[in-house]
């Protein structure tokens, strides 16, 4: 589970605290899943670990994800090879990017899923604050945790609660 957690003057606002459903657990099995369609044999279970050191170093969010999904199908600037404890050779592509992207399109997982993405929730969080402090929390927005150290998070997180301010605003 993600978290949304506004603090203001070292204290947490707990009424305004915000959760979504995706999380790196699933990042991770969503990449084994486009890892499957693509032809690759894994067990999910004995393999998950493999995958999972295998997202932390090849994934990233990216800023444009059209820009990105154009350049994947049309070169092959964006594979990446890694090697699996057996010897086996696994290329990813598109996939480093597709992975990490039900953060922002937590519908990719699950179609029942009604959640909005991570930055739409941060957005709407930081709109449901008294407006009279809201812009403090505009001027500073910290991340942490395991899923944040992806490359491309936090310009992309920026990007697009940037967007959301100026055409609902």
């Known amino acids: 589970v993600t978290h949304i957690c506004p ?8 009424r305004l605290t915000r959760q979504l459903a995706v999380a790196g657990r699933d990042i991770t099995k969503y990449l084994i899943k486009l890892l499957l369609l693509r032809g690759y044999d894994f067990n999910q279970c004995v393999d998950f670990e493999t995958i999972r050191m295998m997202k932390e170093k090849l994934c990233y969010v990216g800023y444009n994800i059209e ?8 070169t092959t600037v964006m594979v990446e090879s890694y090697t699996l404890p057996d010897g086996r050779v696994v290329k990813l592509g598109g996939e480093r990017f597709e992975a990490p992207e039900i953060l922002f399109q937590p519908h990719l997982i699950n ?3 009604d959640n909005v993405g991570v930055a739409e929730l941060l957005y709407n969080t930081i709109e449901a604050i008294d407006i009279d402090i809201r812009y403090e929390f505009y001027k500073c ?18 990007r697009e609660v940037k967007q959301l301010y100026l055409v609902r605003t």
């Not at 820009?67 to 049309?74: C, D, F």
Request: net charge negative.
């Open 7 to 14: 603090i203001y003057d070292g204290f947490c606002l707990p």
């Open 67 to 74: 820009q990105e999904q154009k350049l994947s199908t049309e």
């Open 111 to 113: 179609s029942d899923i």
């Open 141 to 158: 927005i910290v991340v942490s945790g395991g899923s944040t150290m992806f490359p491309g998070l936090p310009s992309r997180l920026e």
